[in-house]
C-alpha cells in the first residue's frame, strides 16, 4: 500500500493507493512525460509544470510514499537481484529466513502458489539505489596557480578577499552507475542533469511494470 500526497485548489490531500492503482499513477505519468523521481525508501516523486496562458507557471508534484518504508541493506538487494518475477518460492536458491526477511521487509510477495512477485516498493528503492548522483561544489574564489588546469590570468581586481583570485562556477554531476558524468556551468544546471538521469532509470522501471 502507498500514501499519495498532493496540493489540491492549495490544500494538501492525501489518500490510500493499492499496488496497482500506483502503477497505474506511474505509467499515465510516464505516459504523460512526467519527471519520476525514485526514491531509496520505495516510493517516488512525480513533478510536472501543467501548461498555462500565464506568464508564470506553476510546477506540480506528487509524493507517493511506500506505508511500509524500504530499508535497502546490501544483504537484502543481494538477494532481491537472485530473483525474478515467477520464480517458485520452493524452487529459489534462497534460504527460508533470507526468504522470510524479505518478505517481512515488505519487498517481495508470495502467493497460494508459492509464486514470487518483487513489490513495486522493492522496484523503486532499487533504482533508486542503483541511481544515487552526486554533484560537486563549485571551487567559488582561488588563486589562478590553484586552478586545476594552468590559467593565465592574475585574478581579479575586487575588495572583500577577492583580490587576485578568480572565479570558478563550474559542477560536475555523476551516479554510481557508471552512466553520469556532466559537467556543467553551474551546480543548478549539474542537478538538473543528474534529476534527468535518476527519471531516465524510473521511465525504464515504469515500462517494464
Not at 532499487?126 to 594552468?150: E, I, N, S, W
Not at 593565465?152 to 572565479?167: E, Y
Request: aromatic fraction near 4%; glycine fraction near 6%; hydrophobic fraction near 40%.
Amino acid at each position: 500500500m502507498f500514501t499519495i500526497h498532493q496540493t489540491i485548489d492549495g490544500q494538501p490531500r492525501a489518500c490510500t493507493y493499492t499496488e496497482r492503482d500506483t502503477i497505474r499513477l506511474l505509467r499515465t505519468g510516464h505516459r504523460r512525460g512526467v519527471e519520476i523521481d525514485p526514491r531509496a525508501a520505495g516510493g517516488a516523486v512525480l513533478r510536472w509544470t501543467p501548461p498555462s496562458l500565464m506568464f508564470h507557471r506553476t510546477p506540480r508534484e506528487i509524493r507517493i510514499e511506500a506505508q511500509i518504508p524500504v530499508r535497502m541493506s546490501t544483504a537484502l538487494q543481494a538477494n532481491l537481484d537472485r530473483i525474478h518475477d515467477g520464480a517458485r518460492a520452493d524452487l529459489l536458491d534462497l534460504s527460508d529466513s533470507a526468504k522470510a526477511r524479505l518478505y517481512a521487509a515488505g519487498l517481495i510477495i508470495i502467493d497460494s502458489t508459492q509464486t514470487i512477485r518483487v513489490t513495486l516498493a522493492a522496484r523503486l528503492a532499487l533504482t533508486a539505489c542503483a541511481h544515487r548522483t552526486h554533484t560537486r561544489a563549485p571551487r567559488g574564489y582561488h588563486h589562478p596557480a590553484d586552478h586545476r588546469y594552468a590559467i593565465d590570468s592574475v585574478g581579479l581586481n575586487k575588495p572583500g578577499g577577492r583580490a587576485g583570485k578568480i572565479h570558478d562556477r563550474t559542477s560536475h554531476a555523476s551516479c554510481t552507475c557508471g552512466a553520469l558524468d556532466y559537467f556543467a556551468d553551474d551546480r543548478s544546471t549539474a542537478a538538473r542533469a543528474a534529476r534527468r538521469h535518476r527519471a531516465q532509470a524510473a521511465a525504464a522501471l515504469v515500462e517494464a511494470l
